[in-house]
């Protein structure tokens, strides 16, 4: 079965705090992909970073990082320094070819407060 | 460069009346998306073609929904007769290699349709 798990339905920090994003995935397949994908309080969806099951290694873009474990069937997001800027609801999805579809998780809505 | 563009950005109309969203995915993107956000059930896909062809429309709630992609610029959703179930955010999104591959899927910035 493919699924997509975010256990955090809210999260509130405050500003300046590091804050970290829970994704968990269940795939059989070997070769799958992994996404996060932002939605601001504005309701558009913006693609934010794409990994495949062959490269673990972690992945960091200015504030944001990412840490990806097989061994835990983990895609982890981390923003270090929050922003009120980012405050929105994040997605986790998988893609893997066995089912051709893109499986969202419930996604984890972030308040950062000033 | 343009992203994907959809129409119209609100609707609101009644229980029974045929609504139709539209949906201009990136140029040279040949694979199109529908999904449905609602609260109770998420992102939902609904559709999808690679190269104006329908591949998959399991997720399709029922006949009153249909969905057509007659060129690579332009795809509708069409729910006939709608209904206040329906109401809900309809994004369309679009990505660069057949099928989802490992390309992300750009989304259009959603339309919010509230049936009364």
């Known amino acids: 079965a493919q699924k997509v798990t975010q256990a955090q339905t809210e999260i509130s920090v405050v500003e300046k705090e590091d804050v970290t994003l829970d994704c968990v995935y269940e795939?059989?397949?070997?070769?799958?992909?992994l996404f996060w994908y932002k939605q601001p309080p504005s309701g558009e969806l913006v693609f934010l970073i794409r990994?495949?099951?062959?490269?673990?290694q972690n992945e960091i873009s200015g504030r944001y990082s990412w840490n990806f474990q097989k061994s835990t069937s983990s895609f982890n997001f981390t923003i270090t320094a929050s922003q009120v800027v980012d405050s929105a609801v994040y997605f986790c999805a998988l893609f893997s070819g066995g089912y051709n579809k893109l499986i969202f998780g419930a996604g984890t809505r972030l308040a950062v407060h000033p | 460069d343009a992203g994907v563009i959809q129409s119209p950005r609100h609707e609101v109309t009644e229980m029974g009346q045929e609504v139709t969203l539209r949906c201009k995915p990136i140029s040279g993107h040949n694979s199109l998306f529908w999904y449905r956000q609602t609260m109770m059930r998420g992102l939902e896909l609904l559709i999808y073609f690679n190269n104006n062809v329908p591949i998959d429309d399991s997720g399709m709630p029922e006949d009153r929904f249909s969905a057509k992609m007659p060129n690579a610029s332009f795809s509708t959703l069409k729910i006939q007769p709608s209904e206040p179930r329906d109401s809900a955010v309809y994004f369309c999104?679009?990505?660069?290699?057949?099928?989802?591959?490992?390309?992300?899927?750009?989304f259009g910035d959603g339309t919010r349709l509230s049936i009364l």
């Open positions: 990994r495949n099951s062959f490269d673990e």
């Open positions: 999104a679009s990505s660069p290699i057949r099928g989802y591959s490992n390309q992300p899927q750009h």
């Open positions: 795939t059989r397949d070997t070769t799958y992909y």
